[in-house]
Nanobody
Framework: QVQLVESGGGLVQSGGSLRLSCAAS????????MRWYQQGPGKQRELVSS???????NYADSVKGRFTISRDNAKKTVYLQMNSLKSEDTAVYYC???????????????WGQGTQVTVSS
C-alpha cells in the first residue's frame, strides 16, 4: 500500500519561510506527476503547484515567485519551498501524486494526510 506523508508545516511569521516534504513509501514502481494542494479555512482545496517526473513545474498565480516545488526521485520525496509567506497562505497543505505500484498496474492517485501551515501577521 502506497502512503504519502507530509512534514515541515508549522507556525511562521509573515515574510518567513517553510519547507514542506512529502515522502512516498510502500511498493512503488514510479512516481509520476506530484502535486501540492492547499485548503484554507472555509475554502475549497486548490492546486498550488505540480511537478512532472521530468521536472517540469507549474504554479498557481498566487504563489509564483515565492514557492518552489522540487523532487528527489531516488528518495521518492517531493518538496515545497515556501518563501515570503503571507497570512493568506495559511492552510492545510496536501501532497498528491499519480503513482504506479508495478509496471503491470495503471497509475493511481494518492493523497497525504496534510500538514498545517499557519502564517501570523
Amino acid at each position: 500500500q502506497v502512503q504519502l506523508v507530509e512534514s515541515g508545516g508549522g507556525l511562521v511569521q509573515s515574510g518567513g519561510s517553510l519547507r514542506l516534504s512529502c515522502a512516498a513509501s510502500g511498493t512503488i514502481y514510479s512516481l509520476n506527476i506530484m502535486r501540492w494542494y492547499q485548503q484554507g479555512p472555509g475554502k475549497q482545496r486548490e492546486l498550488v503547484s505540480s511537478i512532472s517526473s521530468g521536472g517540469f513545474t507549474n504554479y498557481a498565480d498566487s504563489v509564483k515567485g515565492r514557492f518552489t516545488i522540487s523532487r528527489d526521485n531516488a528518495k521518492k520525496t517531493v518538496y515545497l519551498q515556501m518563501n515570503s509567506l503571507k497570512s493568506e497562505d495559511t492552510a492545510v497543505y496536501y501532497c498528491n501524486g499519480d503513482i504506479k505500484e508495478s509496471v503491470n498496474l495503471p497509475l493511481r492517485n494518492y493523497w497525504g494526510q496534510g500538514t498545517q501551515v499557519t502564517v501570523s501577521s
